[in-house]
């Protein structure tokens, strides 16, 4: 523990005398510890997994859902019908805003049957607090983000919830699962018959073999 200590304040050091453009001195920190944040980590997040085992299908139809995109227009979920889709609330100052880069590695490697959608959303340590504008181009800029990203809404259970959100973490709605977000970075996978079948929390990388597996089963 104490190497790994030394080895993140020389990282930290580094960092700070090379901030990296685009990004505020806390975030590139943060970009450079990721690798670390997730090595210390990843036990506990296969634990928290969760799986529709029993397939139990959605009582209200993922396609019937409509949001905004990050550029105010109308996103119809109907347009997914046939594909994949990874769900993810993300955040531009938080340990795990790393998985931006995975993100969009997991859409190229899997572009013909999965699509990633990003949801902005401040409700963990007001890590997410710029406007929809700012957190585009703080994406395409360093992390080159070309998967679709909503405008920034709430995605945890009180007033005012995305109705996306709604729908993933409401039993009642989507058959089986009650998990909200524990944290930014939590991934919710639906498949090609509009079907919610895991939950993966920050934790879990996204391109760990549990997802990867996850996308790729018929």
């Known amino acids: 523990m104490i190497?790994?200590?030394?080895?993140?304040?020389?990282?930290?050091?580094?960092?700070?005398?090379?901030?990296?453009?685009?990004?505020?001195?806390?975030?590139s920190i943060l970009k450079t510890i990721y690798p670390a944040i997730m090595w210390t980590s990843k036990g506990a997040g296969k634990k928290q997994i969760q799986i529709n085992k029993e397939n139990k299908i959605p009582l209200v139809s993922f396609y019937s859902l409509i949001t905004k995109d990050i550029?105010?227009?109308?996103?119809?979920?109907?347009?997914?019908?046939g594909k994949k889709v990874l769900i993810v609330n993300t955040a531009s100052d938080c340990g795990f805003t790393g998985q931006y880069e995975a993100l969009e590695k997991l859409q190229k490697k899997y572009a013909e049957s999965l699509v990633v959608v990003g949801f902005p959303a401040n409700d963990f340590k007001e890590q997410e607090t710029k406007d929809n504008e700012s957190i585009a181009a703080f994406c395409k800029k360093n992390y080159g983000v070309s998967f679709p990203l909503m405008a920034k809404s709430i995605v945890i259970k009180k007033n005012h919830q995305n109705e996306v959100f709604k729908w993933l973490s409401d039993m009642t709605i989507n058959g089986w699962n009650h998990q909200e977000p524990a944290w930014n970075f939590c991934k919710y996978l639906v498949n090609e018959e509009g079907t919610l079948t895991h939950y993966f929390p920050m934790t879990v990388d996204p391109l760990d073999n549990s997802v990867m597996e996850a996308i790729e089963k018929k």
């Open 3 to 27: 190497k790994i200590a030394i080895a993140i304040g020389v990282l930290v050091s580094a960092t700070l005398l090379m901030k990296k453009q685009g990004m505020s001195y806390r975030q």
């Open 71 to 81: 550029n105010g227009k109308d996103f119809n979920f109907a347009s997914l019908k």
